[in-house]
């Protein structure tokens, strides 16, 4: 069945990188694109990007600057990297597969941006 | 950018109650529209896509209707597991954008 989960730091200090992996399973990753999307603490979710099964991106050009998406197929990972994060990116991390609609979301990672 | 718009955004109503929940879209999206669910636990499921149609495994008393700029989620008669949270997506125009989501509670 597919799966997807979501890792990385739990805290990360001002000003510095924040970088993600989603692990799917039950689907490839070049026929599938995945999207991460955020949630800051009581607040909606927002889309942050996209990688398509072709391997491009897209962007939320609100946070375009500062934000990458990449993958490593042969280990079935999309990989998020958001540099000079603020205490506004605080937020839960999730990412799912673009199907009409999201149709499968990993469980989400918490991530504080404090000092 | 589409901004969805959602209302109310607290509902509190009974088990077995019928409710609605509205959703706006600042200019139309052609009936391109996804309702998800949200539990207390953060997990999101989704339950409709494209107006009005039932993902795999949601139960029947959820339906969903509308066009243009204009939406809705109704749910027929309330079950213990449907208090949560619910946004609307719209996916006509990218970037894909969410409402600010609907709380429903136990009245």
């Known amino acids: 069945q597919v799966q997807l989960k979501e890792s990385g730091p739990g805290l990360v200090q001002p000003s510095q990188t924040l970088s993600l992996t989603c692990t799917v399973s039950g689907l490839s990753l070049t026929s599938n694109s995945v999207s991460w999307i955020r949630q800051p603490p009581g607040k909606g979710l927002e889309w942050m990007g996209v990688?398509?099964?072709?391997?491009?991106?897209d962007y939320n050009s609100a946070i375009k600057s500062r934000l990458s998406i990449s993958r490593d197929t042969s280990k079935s990972q999309v990989f998020l990297k958001m540099n000079s994060l603020q205490t506004e990116d605080t937020a839960m991390y999730f990412c799912?597969?673009?199907?009409?609609?999201?149709?499968?979301w990993g469980q989400g990672v918490m991530v504080t941006v404090s000092s | 950018d589409i901004q969805m718009t959602q209302s109310p955004s607290s509902l509190p109503a009974s088990l077995g109650e019928r409710v609605t929940i509205s959703c706006r879209a600042s200019?139309?999206?052609?009936?391109?529209l996804n309702w998800y669910q949200q539990k207390p636990d953060g997990t999101i499921k989704p339950l409709i896509y494209y107006t009005s149609n039932l993902q795999s495994g949601v139960p029947s008393r959820f339906s969903g209707s509308g066009s243009g700029t204009d939406y809705s989620l109704t749910i027929s008669s309330l079950e213990p597991e449907d208090f949560a949270m619910y946004y609307c997506q719209q996916d006509a125009s990218f970037p894909p954008t969410f409402g600010g989501g609907t709380k429903l509670e136990l009245k």
């Open positions: 990688i398509w099964s072709n391997g491009g991106t």
């Open positions: 200019q139309g999206i052609s009936n391109n």
């Open positions: 799912a597969r673009n199907g009409e609609p999201f149709d499968y």
